[in-house]
């Protein structure tokens, strides 16, 4: 589930605020505090996530024997390409992150691409013994896909040229079940799928190595979203209404999913020499920049101002 994995992404992008530079001109000494400075706190924030996700997530439900669950009809797979968001970015910054503190690319790609998936496996394994969930497969896929992009990138082009990002724009289909699609903007933010896109974004100049005077940093986006889901497989539900509580009403809504084109920009473009931009653009970047969109579903095509 997002609430889970938006956490992860988080978590991980705080570990840049010190700033992401080359380490080259460091001194042994500087590199050695860099790495116990990495390391200790991406121990820590680790394990304090995972002690609040017990303590607000799984407290709720009861323990058992551990067992697997198959959720991968569910939410139109929004729930899976958010897994693919989330570990790809967690992937993209802990490189980073690896580099600023002086590793070599092998160790970079090795255990910086790979902690974003362990966290999320560990996840996953405490979802197997929670009555509530069960352990599941196409999620540790999905895992697999977004942390396998971000390493492959790395190792191919010495860099990320292609970045998959999120947007958020309301649906209006949380009040109908607020416990599953958020109560708040916050929690909305992180449950309703019906509000989210993901997207795949690159600047085409990445890819030309010919002359021409386009801007580096403007990018062309792909996304992909869903509509009317009010449960996870189905939308028979009876809500009542903030101003009547003791009248129920049946809703069902049709779930079809959403295409989108549009512009973006990459911020990992933008020439700067200052570190802390750097760091704040590189964060910025794992969310797409709301600019004119076209999209399509099933009814035909649609412009947006902003997505």
């Known amino acids: 589930m997002l609430p889970k994995t938006f956490n992860t992404i988080l978590i991980f992008s705080l570990l840049l605020c010190s700033g992401i530079s080359t380490a080259q001109n460091d001194s042994l000494k500087q590199q050695k505090h860099k790495r116990v400075a990495l390391i200790s706190s991406s121990a820590v924030l680790a394990a304090g996530s995972l002690a609040y996700l017990n303590q607000t997530w799984y407290k709720q439900y009861s323990t058992g024997s551990f067992h697997t669950f198959n959720d991968n009809k569910e939410w139109l797979q929004m729930d899976k390409v958010g897994h693919v968001w989330s570990t790809y970015n967690s992937s993209r910054l802990m490189m980073d992150a690896f580099d600023w503190a002086g590793y070599s690319k092998k160790q970079k790609l090795m255990y910086g691409g790979t902690v974003g998936f362990v966290y999320m496996l560990g996840i996953e394994v405490m979802d197997g013994f929670s009555s509530g969930w069960g352990f599941s497969s196409g999620d540790v896929l999905a895992n ?146 709301p600019l004119p969109t076209v999209g399509f579903n099933k009814y035909g095509s649609t412009f947006y101002w902003y997505r």
């Open 144 to 289: 697999t896909l977004g942390t396998g992009f971000a390493i492959s990138q790395e190792a191919l082009w010495n860099k990320q040229k292609v970045f998959i990002k999120y947007s958020y724009r309301e649906s209006g289909l949380a009040t109908f079940n607020p416990s599953l699609l958020g109560k708040n903007f916050s929690e909305k933010l992180l449950k309703d799928y019906n509000a989210q896109v993901y997207w795949v974004s690159f600047s085409p100049c990445s890819f030309i190595k010919a002359k021409h005077k386009f801007p580096k940093w403007l990018a062309v986006a792909f996304g992909y979203g869903a509509s009317g889901m009010i449960r996870a497989k189905d939308n028979f539900i009876y809500y009542s209404s903030s101003s009547s509580p003791e009248v129920y009403y049946y809703l069902q809504t049709e779930r079809y999913r959403d295409f989108y084109v549009s512009l973006d920009i990459d911020f990992t473009k933008i020439k700067t020499k200052s570190k802390a931009l750097k760091t704040i653009f590189s964060v910025i970047n794992t969310v797409k920049v």
